[in-house]
Every structure is written in structure tokens, then in C-alpha cells.
């Protein structure tokens, strides 16, 4: 069975940085491209960052370009996201989501994690 | 960018109703890549459709997609007390950024 877990949220000042994780089984996680997807309160989803099977390729959405990274560690099945210069617009729920294919691209998401809050206030 | 409109924002129905549900895109999406997903409160969003047209595993058959180009449409037939939810349509192209509709509310 695919779970994917989400970690790592949690109240953070403006400037701050915070480091998500989510954990995955039940597939070959090496095999997979994975995202980052977040939803601000009572907003729609927004897609955030992506990374290939290998880790070779990054993404990142305009809104976070230059101040958040996605890596992933295949070793210990594990995708991250670590935030920088955090603002109070980026205070949302954060979910990983996996793909259908090791490249980025042309991937639906067929797995979530259940999310990690991230709120962003002084 | 492609940019996706989803229509109407809310649909007010009842059990056992079809609902009818759009998305349009600002540039012409090539139909392998269109999704529809489901979220009820609380939850994490559960892929429905995928390919503008193909059932997710798991997914029941009246849930439906049909569309091409710029115009797509998710139909469930006869809605559930389950199927009340907020629906988004999204594009995953080959190059991002990849897109989400605001959402359509199905409340009864």
C-alpha cells in the first residue's frame, strides 16, 4: 500500500525557514517523480515544487523560486522541502504528492500525503 | 501559464441528481494531460480522472470525463451523499508550472 507522511510543519516568524519531510512506502521511491502541493486556508491548491525520480531535475513554482529547495534522499525514501524567507502568503497546508513516471512532467498525482501546516506570523 | 476557469463556482443539488461541471483553459491543453480531483474537508485531494477521460483505480463509473482542446467537463451522474465535495480540474503538461482550477463546491 502507497502512504506517503508529511512532517515538519508548524508556526514559523516572518524571515524564518522550516524543513518538511515526507516519508514514503510501498512503492520504489527512486522510481517516481514527487511534488510539492500547498492550499492556503479556504483557498484552492497550488502546485509548489517538483523533483524527479533521481533528483537530477528541480521545478519550482514562481512564488517560491529562490527561497524554497527540493531534494529527496533515496536512500531513506524521503522527499524535503526546505524554506527560506518565509512570508506570511506562504501560511498553508503543504502536501507531497506523487506522480505516475521517474520525470517530472506529464505526471497526475495518484498519491497525497495528509498534509503539514506551515503558518507564517509574527 | 496555462490558466484554468472552472464553472460554476458552487453547484447546489440533490441526492440523485447529475451535475454537470467545467473547466476551460487559457491555451489549448492536449487532452492526455487533464485531471480531476476530489477533496472533502479535512482531506487530502483524491485523484479522480485522469487523461481527460480515463477513471482513477477505485473510482466509480459515475464519475465521467469527456473534453479536449480548452474545454473539459466532469459528470457524475447520479450524485451520492459522498460526492458532495469541491472539485479541481488540473493541467500536467511536460513544462511547469502546473495548474489547479479555484475549485467547484458540489453542496447539497
Known amino acids: 500500500e502507497v502512504q506517503l507522511v508529511d512532517s515538519g510543519g508548524g508556526l514559523v516568524q516572518p524571515g524564518g525557514s522550516l524543513r518538511l519531510s515526507c516519508a514514503a512506502s510501498?512503492?520504489?521511491?527512486?522510481?517516481?517523480?514527487l511534488s510539492w502541493v500547498r492550499q492556503a486556508p479556504g483557498k484552492g491548491l497550488e502546485w509548489v515544487s517538483a523533483i524527479s525520480g533521481s533528483g537530477g531535475s528541480l521545478y519550482y513554482a514562481d512564488s517560491v523560486k529562490g527561497r524554497f529547495t527540493i531534494s529527496r534522499d533515496n536512500s531513506i525514501n524521503t522527499l524535503y522541502l526546505q524554506m527560506s524567507s518565509l512570508r506570511v502568503e506562504d501560511t498553508a497546508v503543504y502536501y507531497c504528492a506523487k506522480g505516475q513516471t521517474a520525470a517530472a512532467g506529464h505526471n497526475r498525482f495518484d498519491y497525497w500525503g495528509q498534509g503539514t501546516l506551515v503558518t507564517v506570523s509574527s | 501559464e496555462i490558466v484554468l476557469t472552472q464553472s460554476p463556482g458552487t453547484l447546489s443539488l440533490s441526492p440523485g441528481e447529475r451535475a454537470t461541471l467545467s473547466c476551460r483553459a487559457s491555451q489549448s491543453v492536449t487532452s492526455d494531460y487533464l485531471a480531476w480531483y476530489q477533496q472533502k474537508p479535512g482531506q487530502a485531494p483524491r485523484l479522480l480522472i485522469y487523461g481527460a477521460s480515463s477513471r482513477a483505480t477505485g473510482i466509480p463509473d459515475r464519475f465521467s470525463g469527456s473534453g479536449s482542446g480548452t474545454d473539459f467537463t466532469l459528470t457524475i451522474s447520479r450524485l451520492e451523499p459522498e460526492d458532495f465535495a469541491v472539485y479541481y480540474c488540473?493541467?500536467?503538461?511536460?513544462?511547469?508550472?502546473?495548474?489547479f482550477g479555484q475549485g467547484t463546491k458540489v453542496e447539497i
Open positions: 488540473q493541467q500536467y503538461g511536460s513544462s511547469p508550472p502546473w495548474t
Open positions: 510501498g512503492f520504489t521511491f527512486s522510481s517516481y517523480a
